[in-house]
């Protein structure tokens, strides 16, 4: 049935049907819930002001609009991010279990590796890829939210997917192996075990840790198994308090809570191939764990 856009009730409808999707690219485009959820207000303000004439359909209109606002948003939160204290990871989603169903807008290309890894696109890149590989959006649609040719967008798409391709593991690894793995991390922390921390790392493994100048974190990214392993060791030896690790689920991922002496000061996401960890992502920065404490801490 196509919905009826003439009236204001006919638009609210409209919007509220499509609004998981535009706020899963905005966060996938922003990495931060208070700009997604900006960016699908306003988005929402001038679905209202939209002379009917420029709808082809609702979902379109909107996926473009949103769109473009997460890329100006985007070009401007560049600079700020070069100013940043250290390696700069997107705000965490995190419940206590997994969605019941797994085939939700958030369910899919969600994870703190991936959103990482989206970084170091181009926003116009980002974009066109997310759109294109995560959203299934078609060229026409593509190229009118980029104000391209669909030529421009498939290339523009390609060299992205290339570029994401090269350095993403090429293996599904199931959520039960992943379980493992980090229930075998939260052992061999709680054990202070090095040789079977060693045992759980790639030998090219990474550790980025996110304390944005307002919690102590390593100021560059960790490279090495043994040098992941090294930090790890080290940062327990000097930390004082009870340490408690909860599994929780990290966009989409099983992932850890760190607690110390009560108080939740990480988020922990895990990149892996399903035999070793690949990389390590904290999230120390309170800022960005403002949005997970309510859920954590009943």
Known sequence: MELETSDSSGRRAAFEAHRGRLWGVAYRM???RADADDMVQEAYLRWHGAPT???????????TTTTRLCIDRLRQLRTEREAYIGPWLPEPLVEEAPAADAATELASDLSMAFLALLERLAPEERAAFLLHDVFESDYDEIAGALGKSEA???QIVSRARRRVREERPRVQVSAAVRERLVESFMRAIELRDRDALLALFADEAALTSDGGGKAKAAHKVVRGGASVVRFLLGVLRVAHGHLELEKVVVNGETGLA???DGQLVSVMSFATDGRQILGVYSVLNPDKL?????ILEH
């Open 53 to 63: 004439a420029e709808v082809r359909t609702p979902e379109a209109w909107l996926v």
């Open 258 to 260: 760190v607690r110390v």
């Open 152 to 154: 421009a967008c498939r």
């Open 290 to 294: 403002r949005g997970v404490r309510p």
């Open 30 to 32: 922003l990495g931060s």
